[in-house]
């Protein structure tokens, strides 16, 4: 991918366009991840209502351990987007070129170790092993969407489908709706939002095939199916964290200097370092 598509993908200065092409991406990687964490502990972790409703019905049959494990899953859900939330703010107000790719780093170290996790699991249904491999699913899961709903200011979901589906149920209801002339004459004709609709069904289709591919590799080479998803979220951030790389390095560099002219002549007034650039370098 090009330099200049990967900073705009990723890095701090969004636009709409950036925005939809990114979630149509984390839909895919969320599809993928749901479909393969399903192979691998019997449940789905991108969504909090089927859990929610797991924990009332285990509640109601007095199955306390797995509300307990339902309880959890909920409780790291939060957690990934708290957490998602307290990188984007600290990359924000320390002027970072990667406050949307730090989250996705993380993303992506945590699909490696749910990927480890695997010698672990392979043939194993019993222990502590599942409940933490849900836990950090439902985790992933949580720091993901917080990300793109930061990023769009909640116009995009990609870990669950079923407003994205109801987006498009409510477009297909306008299409279908006849304008009569007496209601024209009263009321704003009703208009299919079809910008909408192409957003949202690239959206769903995004997530359907990575939830196919996911599942396919899931099944065929197991765990390790994880790596390639870890290894392009890595992908994807990494030219805005080089440019804050960079930019530090340079503000490091100038500090030193200017040091080193303090230290050389005691006499001259004090020099301040120059102030590191919000731009991201040129290449």
Same mark, same amino acid.
Request: hydrophobic share 45%.
């Given at each position: /991918? ?13 636009? +709409?366009? +950036?925005?939809?092409? &990114? ?9 993928a %991840?749901?479909?393969?964490? !399903?192979? +691998? *502990? ?6 909090? %209502?089927?859990?929610?409703?797991? /924990? ?8 306390l ?12 859900? *939060? ?20 406050? !949307?790719?730090? #989250?996705?780093?993380?993303? +992506? ?11 672990? &699991? ?5 222990? @502590?092993? *599942?409940p933490? %491999? ?10 993901q ?29 306008? $299409? ?8 024209t ?22 997530? %359907? ?23 392009? &979220? ?7 964290l080089?440019?804050? $790389?960079? *930019?530090?390095?340079? @503000? ?13 002549? #005691? ?13 991201? #370098?040129?290449?």
């Amino acid at each position: /991918m090009p330099i200049f598509y990967l900073r705009r993908l990723t890095g701090k200065h969004r636009s +709409a366009q +950036a925005n939809r092409h &990114l979630g149509r991406v984390l839909a895919f990687v969320a599809g993928a %991840t749901n479909a393969g964490g !399903f192979l +691998a *502990v019997n449940q789905y972790t991108s969504h909090m %209502t089927g859990i929610l409703s797991g /924990m009332a019905d285990n509640l109601a049959i007095n199955n306390l351990g797995l509300a307990i494990i339902g309880g959890a899953a909920l409780v790291s859900f *939060v957690a990934g987007s708290a957490y998602s939330a307290i990188l984007i703010n600290w990359g924000r107000h320390h002027r970072t070129q990667s406050e !949307f790719a730090y #989250p996705l780093l993380w993303e +992506a170290l945590l699909l490696l170790c749910f990927g480890l996790m695997g010698g672990y &699991l392979d043939g194993r249904q019993t222990g @502590l092993g *599942v409940p933490i %491999t849900v836990m950090l699913l439902c985790f992933i899961m949580g720091l993901q969407n917080a990300i793109i709903t930061k990023i769009s200011h909640a116009e995009i979901r990609t870990t669950h489908m079923t407003g994205i589906i109801t987006d498009i149920g409510i477009e297909i209801g306008k $299409i279908v709706y006849i304008n009569s002339s007496t209601e024209t004459e009263r009321y704003k004709p009703v208009r299919a939002n079809w910008r909408k609709i192409r957003l949202m069904g690239s959206l769903l289709a995004s997530f %359907t095939v990575g939830g196919l591919l996911g599942a396919l590799g899931f099944k065929h080479i197991g765990y390790a199916s994880t790596l390639p998803l870890a290894l392009f &979220l890595v992908l994807l951030v990494s030219v805005p964290l080089a440019d804050d $790389i960079r *930019v530090r390095s340079r @503000l490091t560099l100038s500090r030193f200097r200017t040091r080193r002219r303090e230290a050389g002549s #005691p006499g001259e007034p004090d020099s301040l370092p120059q102030k590191a650039s919000d731009d991201p #370098p040129s290449y």
